[in-house]
């Protein structure tokens, strides 16, 4: 019997959106967060959220709320994205404006948490989990600041009340799947030993991952599926070659560029200094055609300038 199962990204826009299927999220989420009491309510709108396998190979995003009220945002990119940080804020940014109508009460605002999933090595580290938020430090003692709110104890007849940390700020989680070594330490490890392996380590006893293995085993898979599977993997393959070439091939431009911009800055400076042609062409391999050429645009400038 294959312990194989699809790619969880591929689980995520198809699989995972459904209901029946929140139990498998909701063990990703509460291994990550260390608290088993995450319940996932449903599935918000958001204009990312795609359906077909054709549709953004590189990019798949899941918007939930859970029974906090809280907005989870899941985000996987199978390729390194330009500005990958900045289009995070705004992704979170618009979040909270979206489900903020006009005339709320800020106290109602969304409480956003964004979890990244990256098949790719995003900056430099030593960790394949980080985790971020906004704090508030004294600039001269370095303490942070604790803003706090009262809370009611339901639990009893009178009132009471008790204070808690408040925390508002959009949280950030980013996983690089590549950082990750297949070393089991912690609940969360065995969900990403799965993202990164289809597969789940021999001894994993997260919640819920059991289902996770009944629910994404390609095995279950009926032949239609199976092959819309087997052609969401060959264009994401395709994608990513593309996206490999132009890489390369904007390495070369870039190299090519600079090579020009290096020669260029070297001559501009031999003619500066006064040297002939002879011993700048034997510098940089110009002819006295192109170091004439380099020699008029410095005349022109002085002459602008003056």
């Not at 950030?172 to 993202?195: A, F, G, P, S």
């Amino acid at each position: 019997m294959s312990n194989k199962l699809i790619r969880f990204d591929l689980a995520m826009k198809t699989m995972l959106r459904d209901k029946a299927n929140f139990d498998v999220l909701e063990g990703f989420l509460c291994a990550l967060f260390e608290d088993d009491n995450i319940k996932i309510l449903n599935i918000l709108e958001s204009e990312t959220n795609a359906d077909d396998e054709d549709d953004k190979f590189n990019r798949v995003d899941l918007l939930v709320q859970d029974s906090q009220n809280r907005k989870i945002y899941i985000e996987i990119q199978n390729t390194r994205e330009t500005d990958y940080l900045k289009s995070l804020l705004y992704a979170t940014s618009k979040i909270i404006v979206e489900h903020q109508d006009l005339g709320d009460n800020f106290k109602d605002i969304s409480k956003v948490i964004s979890i990244s999933i990256l098949y790719f090595n995003l900056g430099t580290g030593d960790d394949y989990i980080y985790y971020g938020t906004t704090d508030f430090k004294g600039l001269n003692t370095g303490h942070q600041l604790l803003v706090k709110k009262r809370v009611e104890i339901s639990e009893t007849l009178a009132p009471k009340y008790k204070f808690v940390e408040k925390k508002i700020f959009p949280e950030y989680y980013l996983i690089t799947v590549e950082r990750y070594k297949n070393i089991v330490q912690k609940r969360i490890d065995e969900w990403i030993y799965m993202i990164k392996n289809s597969e789940i380590a021999e001894g994993s006893t997260s919640k819920n991952i059991d289902k996770a293995r009944q629910k994404l085993a390609v095995m279950n898979m009926t032949e239609e599926r199976r092959k819309a599977y087997n052609k969401y993997l060959i264009n994401l393959a395709k994608d990513r070659d593309v996206v490999d070439t132009a890489k390369e091939e904007g390495r070369e431009a870039g190299r090519e560029e600079g090579r020009e911009i290096g020669i260029y800055e070297t001559t501009k400076n031999a003619i500066i200094e006064g040297l002939p042609n002879e011993i700048i062409k034997k510098i940089t391999k110009l002819t006295d055609e192109q170091i004439d050429k380099i020699r008029d645009e410095l005349k022109n400038f002085d002459t602008a300038s003056a």
